[in-house]
């Protein structure tokens, strides 16, 4: 069973910045797309960055030109690089495979974007 570990999150103020990691304990990242996903409290969670095995990136709108994605196979890992950070950034943020889940949720790492 593979398992996503999140971590980065934490409390910053807005128009700050924040590098989320995504590690897996497996090797999946180079044959699979992975994505950024992320719940604001009361609403449903949504995709908001994927990255291909080829490295083609895609955002979704509210996110484009602030956050980036990227991987490392050899680590294993996935990166979100989240800059000019918004209130409504605000969510727990986790990571699995594109364009559907494949994996089980992990605890996902908790960014709180506030003065």
């Known amino acids: 069973q593979v398992q996503l570990v999140e971590s980065g999150g934490g409390l910053v103020q807005p128009g700050g910045s924040l590098r989320l990691s995504c590690a897996a304990s497996a090797s999946i990242f180079s044959i699979y797309a992975m994505g950024w996903y992320r719940q604001a409290p009361g609403k449903q969670r949504e995709l908001v960055a994927s990255i291909t095995s080829g490295i083609r990136t895609t955002y979704t709108d509210s996110v484009k030109g602030r956050f980036t994605i990227s991987r490392d196979n050899a680590k294993n890992t996935v990166y979100l690089q989240m800059s000019s950070l918004k209130p409504e950034d605000t969510a727990t943020y986790y990571c699995?495979?594109?364009?559907?889940?494949?994996?089980?949720w992990g605890q996902g790492t908790q960014v709180t974007v506030s003065s």
């Open positions: 699995n495979t594109v364009p559907h889940p494949s994996y089980g």
